[in-house]
Protein backbone atom coordinates (compact mmCIF):
# COMPACT_ATOMS: atom_id res chain seq x y z
CA UNK A 1 0.00 0.00 0.00
CA UNK A 2 2.87 2.47 1.08
CA UNK A 3 4.18 2.10 -2.64
CA UNK A 4 0.92 3.51 -4.26
CA UNK A 5 1.50 6.37 -2.05
CA UNK A 6 3.57 9.53 -3.92
CA UNK A 7 6.78 10.13 -2.43
CA UNK A 8 6.07 13.30 -1.05
CA UNK A 9 3.14 11.73 1.23
CA UNK A 10 4.60 8.57 2.72
CA UNK A 11 6.55 9.77 5.24
CA UNK A 12 3.82 11.73 6.65
CA UNK A 13 1.79 8.45 6.39
CA UNK A 14 4.48 6.35 8.63
CA UNK A 15 4.28 8.88 11.21
CA UNK A 16 0.80 8.39 11.69
CA UNK A 17 0.62 4.36 11.31
CA UNK A 18 3.56 4.76 14.25
CA UNK A 19 1.31 7.13 16.73
CA UNK A 20 -2.01 4.77 16.80
CA UNK A 21 -0.53 2.43 18.76
CA UNK A 22 0.14 4.92 21.43
CA UNK A 23 -3.18 6.76 21.08
CA UNK A 24 -4.72 3.00 21.77
CA UNK A 25 -3.00 2.80 24.76
CA UNK A 26 -3.55 5.99 26.18
CA UNK A 27 -7.48 5.52 25.85
CA UNK A 28 -7.26 2.20 27.49
CA UNK A 29 -8.22 2.34 31.11
CA UNK A 30 -5.46 0.87 33.31
CA UNK A 31 -6.37 -2.32 34.88
CA UNK A 32 -7.16 -2.77 38.50
CA UNK A 33 -5.93 -5.79 39.74
CA UNK A 34 -8.75 -7.98 41.84
CA UNK A 35 -8.35 -7.53 45.49
CA UNK A 36 -8.08 -10.89 47.61
CA UNK A 37 -11.00 -11.59 49.43
CA UNK A 38 -10.88 -13.93 52.50
CA UNK A 39 -11.81 -17.40 52.59
CA UNK A 40 -13.72 -19.46 54.44
CA UNK A 41 -15.89 -22.70 54.42
CA UNK A 42 -19.14 -23.00 55.41
CA UNK A 43 -20.82 -26.54 55.69
CA UNK A 44 -24.56 -25.68 55.21
CA UNK A 45 -25.82 -29.48 56.49
CA UNK A 46 -23.96 -28.87 59.84
CA UNK A 47 -24.86 -25.89 60.43
CA UNK A 48 -28.79 -26.66 59.67
CA UNK A 49 -28.35 -29.16 62.47
CA UNK A 50 -25.96 -27.24 65.08
CA UNK A 51 -28.39 -26.20 68.35
CA UNK A 52 -26.36 -22.87 70.02
CA UNK A 53 -25.64 -24.95 73.11
CA UNK A 54 -23.71 -27.33 71.36
CA UNK A 55 -21.54 -24.58 68.96
CA UNK A 56 -17.89 -23.41 70.47
CA UNK A 57 -15.84 -20.72 69.05
CA UNK A 58 -12.32 -21.24 68.57
CA UNK A 59 -9.76 -18.65 67.31
CA UNK A 60 -5.98 -18.99 66.09
CA UNK A 61 -4.10 -15.60 65.94
CA UNK A 62 -0.85 -17.29 64.31
CA UNK A 63 -2.77 -18.36 61.50
CA UNK A 64 -5.65 -15.54 61.46
CA UNK A 65 -8.01 -18.14 61.38
CA UNK A 66 -11.66 -18.60 63.48
CA UNK A 67 -13.96 -21.83 63.54
CA UNK A 68 -17.01 -22.45 64.63
CA UNK A 69 -17.46 -25.96 66.20
CA UNK A 70 -20.70 -28.39 66.96
CA UNK A 71 -20.57 -30.77 70.16
CA UNK A 72 -18.30 -33.16 67.99
CA UNK A 73 -15.57 -31.08 67.46
CA UNK A 74 -16.61 -31.33 64.15
CA UNK A 75 -15.97 -27.74 62.13
CA UNK A 76 -19.73 -26.52 61.20
CA UNK A 77 -17.57 -22.87 59.79
CA UNK A 78 -13.65 -22.14 58.90
CA UNK A 79 -13.00 -18.47 58.10
CA UNK A 80 -10.09 -16.15 57.79
CA UNK A 81 -9.85 -13.69 60.37
CA UNK A 82 -8.18 -10.08 61.10
CA UNK A 83 -7.22 -9.92 64.95
CA UNK A 84 -5.46 -6.69 66.51
CA UNK A 85 -2.71 -5.01 65.86
CA UNK A 86 0.31 -5.42 67.40
CA UNK A 87 -0.43 -2.18 69.30
CA UNK A 88 -3.58 -3.41 70.46
CA UNK A 89 -3.62 -7.02 70.29
CA UNK A 90 -6.25 -8.80 70.92
CA UNK A 91 -6.33 -10.70 74.04
CA UNK A 92 -6.16 -14.89 74.93
CA UNK A 93 -7.27 -17.33 76.89
CA UNK A 94 -10.57 -18.48 77.56
CA UNK A 95 -13.87 -16.83 77.30
CA UNK A 96 -17.71 -16.80 76.53
CA UNK A 97 -19.85 -15.00 74.61
CA UNK A 98 -21.01 -12.07 76.78
CA UNK A 99 -23.63 -9.98 74.48
CA UNK A 100 -25.06 -11.22 71.32
CA UNK A 101 -26.41 -7.91 69.33
CA UNK A 102 -27.46 -7.60 65.44
CA UNK A 103 -25.32 -4.71 65.56
CA UNK A 104 -23.45 -2.88 67.77
CA UNK A 105 -22.38 0.86 67.38
CA UNK A 106 -19.24 1.60 68.87
CA UNK A 107 -19.00 4.49 71.47
CA UNK A 108 -15.53 4.51 71.23
CA UNK A 109 -14.46 4.19 67.45
CA UNK A 110 -16.66 6.61 65.48
CA UNK A 111 -16.46 9.92 63.60
CA UNK A 112 -18.36 13.62 63.71
CA UNK A 113 -20.40 13.69 61.29
CA UNK A 114 -22.84 17.42 60.45
CA UNK A 115 -26.59 15.75 60.56
CA UNK A 116 -27.93 18.12 58.18
CA UNK A 117 -25.68 17.39 55.11
CA UNK A 118 -24.25 14.25 56.14
CA UNK A 119 -20.52 15.46 55.82
CA UNK A 120 -18.34 14.23 57.62
CA UNK A 121 -16.11 16.26 59.58
CA UNK A 122 -13.57 13.62 61.20
CA UNK A 123 -12.95 10.79 60.43
CA UNK A 124 -11.38 9.11 63.13
CA UNK A 125 -12.28 10.57 66.13
CA UNK A 126 -10.60 8.61 68.33
CA UNK A 127 -6.89 10.04 66.85
CA UNK A 128 -8.68 13.54 66.84
CA UNK A 129 -7.54 16.45 69.17
CA UNK A 130 -9.23 19.19 71.08
CA UNK A 131 -13.26 19.69 71.33
CA UNK A 132 -16.02 18.10 69.29
CA UNK A 133 -16.49 20.69 66.05
CA UNK A 134 -19.34 22.48 66.51
CA UNK A 135 -22.50 21.75 64.80
CA UNK A 136 -21.59 17.85 64.61
CA UNK A 137 -22.75 14.47 66.44
CA UNK A 138 -20.62 11.66 66.74
CA UNK A 139 -21.78 8.45 65.47
CA UNK A 140 -20.26 5.15 65.90
CA UNK A 141 -19.20 2.90 63.35
CA UNK A 142 -20.97 -0.55 62.96
CA UNK A 143 -20.08 -3.45 63.94
CA UNK A 144 -22.59 -5.83 62.38
CA UNK A 145 -23.53 -9.50 64.07
CA UNK A 146 -21.89 -8.26 67.22
CA UNK A 147 -20.44 -11.44 70.08
CA UNK A 148 -19.01 -9.34 72.88
CA UNK A 149 -16.36 -11.53 75.12
CA UNK A 150 -15.03 -8.63 77.32
CA UNK A 151 -16.86 -5.34 79.17
CA UNK A 152 -13.77 -3.07 77.87
CA UNK A 153 -14.92 -3.74 73.93
CA UNK A 154 -13.62 -6.71 72.99
CA UNK A 155 -15.75 -8.67 70.55
CA UNK A 156 -16.34 -11.02 67.37
CA UNK A 157 -17.86 -8.70 64.73
CA UNK A 158 -18.70 -8.63 60.91
CA UNK A 159 -15.59 -5.91 59.57
CA UNK A 160 -13.79 -5.18 56.21
CA UNK A 161 -10.30 -6.23 56.02
CA UNK A 162 -7.60 -7.61 53.44
CA UNK A 163 -6.39 -11.66 54.06
CA UNK A 164 -3.24 -11.50 55.80
CA UNK A 165 -3.42 -7.78 57.39
CA UNK A 166 -3.97 -7.28 61.04
CA UNK A 167 -6.69 -4.60 61.18
CA UNK A 168 -7.89 -4.02 64.68
CA UNK A 169 -7.94 -2.35 68.30
CA UNK A 170 -8.44 -5.84 69.92
CA UNK A 171 -11.52 -6.90 68.22
CA UNK A 172 -11.91 -10.24 66.09
CA UNK A 173 -13.22 -8.80 61.99
CA UNK A 174 -15.07 -11.54 60.15
CA UNK A 175 -16.47 -11.53 56.54
CA UNK A 176 -19.68 -11.54 56.32
CA UNK A 177 -21.56 -14.86 55.32
CA UNK A 178 -19.37 -16.80 57.85
CA UNK A 179 -20.01 -14.34 60.90
CA UNK A 180 -23.92 -14.35 60.13
CA UNK A 181 -23.89 -18.14 60.62
CA UNK A 182 -21.12 -17.98 63.63
CA UNK A 183 -23.64 -15.37 65.22
CA UNK A 184 -27.20 -17.32 64.38
CA UNK A 185 -25.06 -20.13 65.88
CA UNK A 186 -23.89 -18.02 69.18
CA UNK A 187 -25.46 -17.15 72.35
CA UNK A 188 -24.68 -16.20 75.70
CA UNK A 189 -22.28 -18.11 77.47
CA UNK A 190 -20.81 -19.93 74.26
CA UNK A 191 -17.09 -20.54 75.19
CA UNK A 192 -14.53 -18.95 73.00
CA UNK A 193 -10.48 -20.38 73.24
CA UNK A 194 -8.67 -18.00 71.66
CA UNK A 195 -4.76 -19.22 71.30
CA UNK A 196 -1.65 -18.26 69.34
CA UNK A 197 -0.04 -14.99 68.99
CA UNK A 198 0.05 -12.33 66.16
CA UNK A 199 3.35 -10.64 67.82
CA UNK A 200 5.37 -11.71 64.53
CA UNK A 201 3.05 -10.32 62.22
CA UNK A 202 5.07 -7.89 59.80
CA UNK A 203 1.75 -5.42 60.52
CA UNK A 204 2.73 -2.49 62.98
CA UNK A 205 0.11 0.07 63.87
Given at each position: ??????S??????????????????????????????????????L??????????????????????????????????I???????????????V?????????????????P???E?????????????????????????????????????????????E?????????????Q???W???Q??????????????????
Open positions: MLHLLPDMRLPFLLILSLLPACTLLQRKPSTPALTKPVYHIDAAAAALKPAAASIEIDLSRQEMRLFNADKVAVVVTQSSGRNTSPTPTGHFKLEKLPTKFSNRYGKFVKDTRVVVWRVWEHHGPQPPGTRYEGYEMPHWLRLTWPGVGIHQGEFKPGLSSKGCIHTPAEPQVIEHAVGTPVHIRGSSASHPDAP
